[in-house]
């Protein structure tokens, strides 16, 4: 007995002194457009989910698990999408914050949602990615971002009000986020008792939008909603104004970047856009704003909202106890706020962000701010 008892004793002094071992990482894919015409936002996701990391691992991590990233490069492009959602899957990693175009999103959550791995886009707007998923039974597929329906029943009324009686204009890049807007716009303007003069779409990409010009002055158009990015809406602009055509652009959330007014310069005075009311100014998001400013980036954008997301699955796991897709959305979708940058934030049972605000922000000598309404 006293020879067991002296061995069981040295084991345990064996089991006390040797270290501890750590959890295992625990990988986030990251997931947008790193290249190409839009990989300013891209650059936003990267930047915002890179600080929360860093901010969470300082703080122990997640369960002890240290927070690795991801980077992947979609271009939104919808094929490409699918082909890095495969192979994020095929790694098996089962947390993406992304993708950022409606177009990327939509085809590659059908990928995601298969696999069981748990995506929460920043920035994808259009309904169709959560509708689509409650619709076929995919719990793992979420948005930390607000719905386009809910930003033309927004901007929409607002638009019929302030413009009554005015020349207004529709138009859209024929993508899923910008057509998607587009619509929602339409819809709730028209039903605020104003229609629209003319409503089409462009070709996204060309240089030359000299006939949208003409076809505008012959409308004697007075206001211009276009749903699309930064690239066309900043050529259809100064290109209006070297033919003298002025006119109000109101755009979507897709022009919050400084890059918008690098490719508009002066002829981008004036234009406004709807975006969710500034994280910016959450005194929630200060001294990540501030961390992340003292590294040479300003966290404009989408910045905030990938940050959250990577909040939000930290906490997700946390609450659930495990790193289980299914059971991380069950307990994101539980009802109690969620603390993060951009506010508390909660979930609906389709994985919408609850009671989302918005400002009308308007641009003036190449920076932004949000207007009185």
Not at 207 to 216: E, G, I, R
Not at 356 to 372: C, E, R, V
């Amino acid at each position: 007995m006293r020879k067991t008892s002296i061995l069981s004793a040295a084991v345990f002094g064996l089991l006390m002194s040797a270290p501890v071992a750590l959890a295992d990482d625990i990988t986030f894919a990251v997931v947008g457009p790193m290249t190409g015409q839009l990989a300013t936002i891209g650059d936003q996701f990267k930047q915002g989910a890179q600080a929360a990391a860093d901010a969470i691992n300082a703080a122990g991590g997640v369960n002890g698990s240290m927070i690795k990233l991801d980077i992947e490069d979609d271009q939104c492009d919808p094929k490409q999408a699918v082909s890095v959602a495969n192979r994020i899957v095929a790694n098996g990693v089962k947390f993406i914050d992304g993708h950022a175009c409606s177009g990327s999103s939509i085809p590659a959550s059908a990928v995601y949602a298969e696999a069981g791995a748990l995506m929460m886009s920043p920035a994808s707007s259009n309904p169709v990615l959560t509708d689509a998923a409650a619709k076929a039974g995919w719990p793992t597929i979420m948005r930390l971002y607000t719905r386009d329906d809910a930003q033309g029943a927004f901007i929409g009324p607002w638009i019929a009000k302030k413009y009554a009686g005015k020349n207004v204009v529709i138009l859209h890049d024929k993508s899923a986020y910008g057509q998607g807007v587009a619509d929602a716009v339409k819809a709730t303007m028209n039903t605020g008792g104003l229609k629209e003069v003319y409503y089409d779409a462009i070709n996204p990409g060309e240089k030359d939008y000299s006939a949208l010009v003409t076809k505008l002055k012959d409308l004697k158009a007075d206001v211009v909603y276009f749903g699309g990015y930064h690239p066309e809406a900043g050529l259809i602009l100064r290109q209006s104004a070297e033919q003298n055509l002025k006119f109000q652009l109101i755009m979507p959330d897709s022009i919050a970047s400084p890059e918008f007014w690098q490719v508009a310069g002066p002829a981008g005075e004036g234009t406004m856009f709807v975006f969710p009311s500034d994280p910016q100014a959450k005194p929630e998001a200060k001294a990540a704003v501030e961390k992340i400013k003292a590294g040479g980036f300003v966290p404009e954008g989408f910045t905030l909202f990938s940050y959250a997301t990577i909040q939000a699955f930290a906490e997700g796991i946390k609450r659930a106890g495990s790193d289980d897709p299914a059971k991380v959305a069950e307990a994101l979708k539980n009802g109690t706020p969620i603390s993060t940058v951009v506010g508390d934030v909660t979930f609906d049972e389709k994985g919408d962000l609850k009671n989302a605000s918005y400002d009308i922000n308007q641009w003036h000598d190449g920076k932004y701010a949000p207007i009185a309404q």
